[in-house]
């Protein structure tokens, strides 16, 4: 599966943009794997296409904001059977980041 398509990453960019970094986006696309990891991607750095942000959790129990690798995430392979990340075609935010980001410190999990 893709994970990026160009419709994804054009909205990535345009959050990402100068202009309107910092503002409580709603996620653009929910990425997942293995059991438990989740990732819900707000912006695209323009200056690589590689750098991404958003609401990162690795099914440890301690999700966080911050930056996840694009080219990670297409290589990543989690055990038993080696599957990589997928993108959840059915994903559609209904909250912004920082609202998905208070229920998952509560939940010590991410909820979408």
Known sequence: ?????KEIKTKLL?????????NDHRPVVKFFGGSSC???ITEMDSADDDT???LCDLGLG???LGYVS???LETCKFPPFGLG???DRHFKADKTLSQYHNEAIEAHRIIA
């Open 1 to 5: 599966m893709q994970l990026m398509t």
């Open 14 to 22: 345009r959050n990402g943009d100068v202009t309107n970094r910092g």
């Open 38 to 40: 989740t990732w819900l």
């Open 52 to 54: 991404l942000y958003g």
């Open 62 to 64: 301690y999700p966080e």
């Open 70 to 72: 694009l080219s990670f």
């Open 85 to 87: 990340a997928e993108r």
